[in-house]
């Protein structure tokens, strides 16, 4: 996978960061951890431009969570309710827990947002509650790009300044990540069962 993002970053220059960072917020297993860090090591080998690269970050990132939040803000949280009501008892997922976090993302959606974007597992998954609760979009898009601007352009200068060693850890630390995500749905689903 890192050698396949590092030629991705190599050929695509800037729209290769863009696409892979769209990729990566709408099919989490690829994660950012090894895409800005990559981009940012092609930007301190002068390939590509270190402002560039977070640019090229921040937009694609933005746009991975604005097709999550615009498909949940169109299905809406009214059917949302019909389904948990219907088969929220085979996924823990009933229209009380829907109805806490509606009331949680209304209360504290920016620092939801913002504090999400840099959480694995969470930065993707935060924009389909926030559209099903109609979160206004000035907020979500200001805070999403708030947070990612954090993240991405931490990782990328990360990247810039470690130089030729991230290619050492990138591969680790996306496993890592990507290891973390699926323990962490695997041991819902265990739950689930167990309930059930």
Same mark, same amino acid.
């Given at each position: ?7 991705? !970053? ?7 960061? /863009? ?6 917020? %709408? *099919? ?12 940012? *090591? ?26 999550? *939040? ?10 949302? $309710?019909?389904?948990?009501?219907? *088969?929220? $008892?085979? !996924? ?7 109805? @806490? ?12 947002? /913002? %504090?999400? @974007?840099?959480?694995?597992?969470? $930065? ?15 907020? /979500?898009?200001?805070?999403?790009? %708030?947070?990612t601007t954090v993240w ?27 290891l973390a995500v699926l323990?962490? %749905? ?6 689930? @069962? @167990?309930?059930?």
């Amino acid at each position: 996978m890192v050698e396949w993002a590092a030629d991705l !970053v190599a050929s695509g220059g800037l729209a290769g960061v /863009f696409l892979l960072m769209v990729a990566e917020n %709408l *099919f989490p297993p690829l994660p950012s951890e090894v895409v800005m860090p990559l981009a940012g *090591f092609a930007a301190a080998e002068g390939r590509l431009s270190l402002p560039g690269v977070i640019l090229a970050g921040i937009s694609g990132s933005v746009v991975g969570n604005a097709l999550w *939040f615009e498909a949940a803000r169109a299905y809406g949280a009214a059917r949302m $309710r019909r389904i948990a009501r219907r *088969f929220g $008892r085979h !996924v823990g997922l009933g229209p009380e827990t829907i109805g @806490r976090a509606e009331a949680a993302l209304r209360r504290n959606g920016p620092a939801a947002v /913002f %504090l999400a @974007r840099m959480m694995p597992g969470l $930065r993707t998954g935060i924009s389909i509650p926030a559209g099903l609760v109609e979160l206004p979009r000035p907020v /979500f898009y200001i805070w999403t790009a %708030l947070g990612t601007t954090v993240w991405t352009g931490g990782l990328a200068l990360a990247g810039y300044a470690l130089g030729e060693h991230v290619q050492g850890w990138a591969g680790p630390v996306g496993a890592a990540v990507m290891l973390a995500v699926l323990a962490m %749905l695997g041991w819902k689903a265990w739950r689930l @069962r @167990r309930a059930a």
